[in-house]
């Protein structure tokens, strides 16, 4: 298949040996629709220009070919697909994933006036039901995509009103900033109480500050136990603690963990709200539960995780702890190394003081330091720029601990070891 300028595409269709090293006993569409399951996009295009086109490849090529078009960005390959299945009369009505795959392709590229012109050329009266709403649902996914809440809304009232099309859980997802009158809809048509719509309701709600998190609750409460997901709770956990209601964010960690919880088990998510809500009310014994149900239960991939690790600096920075003292003791040992040497009386003082004018990195680096094998490297990620006092502290503190310290900083990364800087101090 030759691409030309512009991501165009050309397609024929010609009898060929099989592409690639897909099995050539199955059938050729089959092998276009795996390909493109596998991510292997170019391949299935390639397999389509070159494949048999006998039978016609409309029911499973077509629609995978319009998919691998719009993952590698080649809207003037979907406009072909979309002329060749119309030359063929598979268009506008006939086949509902191939509809379907071409207006989320359209929308997906910003070809949004071309998937409104198609959705504009289905003849209503004689266009399947169920492929009528498949196409609303892929137009408005698309404009909520696009950030375009009014042509969803307008797509969602033509849906209802002109085309007499029933909406379902899945025309309602893209529409849940408008969450008030979506949440009286979903009630009125029965579905507020499904899992997956309760859960979007949830989350929207959440946006609205302190009382978007009590109305977030009230449709929490409103779930019977045994709907409850994971993604449940971790919405209405999350709509509590992104507000500061840090008490009743660890009411309801309490409610997962007992019978209420059905027996959910929290994840990352679940505990990074909690360890926040937990700092907030130096809530040092709920934190250090939470850190002992990390260490056992998500061990050892949870150091990987960069959230839940910096929920669990932030908890010792405000709570104390043995960070908190590790990096006390360091900045001591620097000094001595460096030649400053300071009281035992200071040392006191500090370790008495909250932990306020510790950076970032300090604190990361400490928490490596504890959670992490001897002689491995310690990667630290920040959004600022590396102040000339912690970058003194890690070099000494690579040479003290014998450990590497890779730190990306707002500019550039350095690598922290032996006691030097990869960016030989000038940065």
């Known amino acids: 298949?030759?691409?030309?300028?512009?991501?165009?595409?050309?397609?024929?269709?010609?009898?060929?040996?099989?592409?690639?090293?897909?099995?050539?006993?199955?059938?050729?569409?089959e092998r276009v629709r795996s390909l493109t399951r596998l991510g292997r996009h170019r391949e299935a295009l390639t397999l389509l220009r070159h494949g048999?086109?006998?039978?016609?490849?409309?029911?499973?090529a077509?629609?995978?070919?319009?998919?691998?078009?719009?993952?590698?960005?080649?809207?003037?390959?979907?406009?072909?697909?979309?002329?060749?299945?119309?030359?063929?009369?598979?268009?506008?009505?006939?086949?509902?994933?191939?509809l379907s795959a071409l207006l989320s392709s359209y929308s997906r590229l910003g070809r949004l006036p071309l998937a409104h012109h198609l959705l504009d050329e289905m003849p209503l009266a004689s266009t399947p039901y169920a492929t009528l709403r498949t196409a609303f649902n892929s137009l408005i996914s698309g404009c909520a995509r696009h950030a375009l809440p009014?042509?969803?809304?307008?797509?969602?009232?033509?849906?209802?009103?002109?085309?007499?099309?029933?909406?379902?859980?899945?025309?309602?997802?893209?529409?849940?900033?408008?969450?008030?009158?979506?949440?009286?809809?979903?009630?009125?048509?029965?579905?507020?109480?499904?899992?997956?719509?309760?859960n979007c309701l949830v989350s929207a709600y959440a946006r609205g500050g302190a009382a978007g998190a009590a109305l977030a609750r009230r449709v929490f409460?409103?779930?019977?136990?045994?709907?409850?997901?994971?993604?449940?709770?971790?919405?209405?956990?999350?709509?509590?603690?992104?507000?500061?209601?840090?008490?009743?964010?660890?009411?309801?960690?309490?409610?997962?963990?007992?019978?209420?919880?059905?027996?959910v088990e929290p994840d990352a998510v679940t505990l990074v709200g909690?360890?926040?809500?937990?700092?907030?009310?130096?809530?040092?014994?709920?934190g250090l539960?939470?850190?002992?149900?990390?260490?056992?239960?998500?061990?050892?991939?949870?150091?990987?995780?960069?959230?839940?690790?910096?929920?669990?600096?932030?908890?010792?920075?405000?709570?104390?702890?043995?960070?908190?003292?590790l990096v006390v003791r360091l900045e001591q040992m620097v000094k001595e190394k460096l030649g400053v040497k300071g009281s035992e009386e200071?040392?006191?003082?500090?370790?008495?003081?909250?932990?306020?004018?510790?950076?970032?990195?300090?604190?990361?680096?400490?928490?490596?330091?504890?959670?992490?094998?001897?002689?491995?490297?310690i990667v630290v990620i920040k959004n600022l720029r590396v102040c000339g006092d912690c970058h003194l502290f890690l070099k000494s503190v690579s040479a003290i601990a014998n450990r590497a310290f890779l730190v990306r900083d707002a500019s550039r990364f350095h690598r922290f070891e032996h006691g030097v800087c990869s960016c030989k101090d000038y940065w």
């Open 346 to 377: 200071r040392m006191e003082k500090e370790v008495a003081q909250p932990l306020l004018g510790f950076h970032s990195e300090k604190l990361a680096v400490a928490f490596g330091l504890l959670n992490t094998a001897a002689g491995s490297e």
């Open 274 to 286: 909690v360890l926040s809500s937990c700092a907030h009310l130096g809530a040092r014994g709920v």
């Open 150 to 198: 009014g042509a969803c809304f307008a797509l969602f009232r033509r849906m209802r009103c002109a085309a007499s099309v029933r909406f379902d859980a899945v025309t309602l997802l893209p529409l849940v900033p408008a969450v008030p009158q979506l949440h009286a809809l979903a009630a009125r048509a029965g579905l507020a109480a499904k899992t997956s719509v309760a």
């Open 1 to 29: 298949m030759g691409h030309g300028h512009g991501g165009a595409i050309s397609i024929h269709l010609r009898p060929t040996p099989s592409a690639g090293d897909a099995s050539s006993t199955e059938p050729w569409s």
């Open 62 to 98: 077509l629609p995978a070919a319009v998919i691998s078009c719009a993952a590698l960005s080649l809207p003037a390959g979907v406009a072909q697909i979309h002329a060749l299945a119309a030359k063929r009369g598979l268009l506008p009505s006939a086949d509902a994933y191939l």
């Open 52 to 60: 048999d086109p006998s039978p016609p490849p409309h029911a499973l």
């Open 289 to 325: 539960d939470v850190e002992s149900y990390v260490r056992e239960r998500l061990s050892p991939g949870f150091i990987t995780n960069v959230q839940l690790c910096n929920a669990l600096i932030n908890f010792h920075a405000r709570c104390g702890g043995l960070i908190y003292e």
């Open 221 to 263: 409460d409103e779930m019977t136990p045994a709907s409850r997901d994971l993604v449940s709770w971790n919405a209405v956990l999350s709509a509590h603690a992104q507000n500061g209601l840090a008490v009743e964010t660890l009411e309801l960690y309490r409610r997962m963990r007992g019978p209420d919880g059905g027996g």
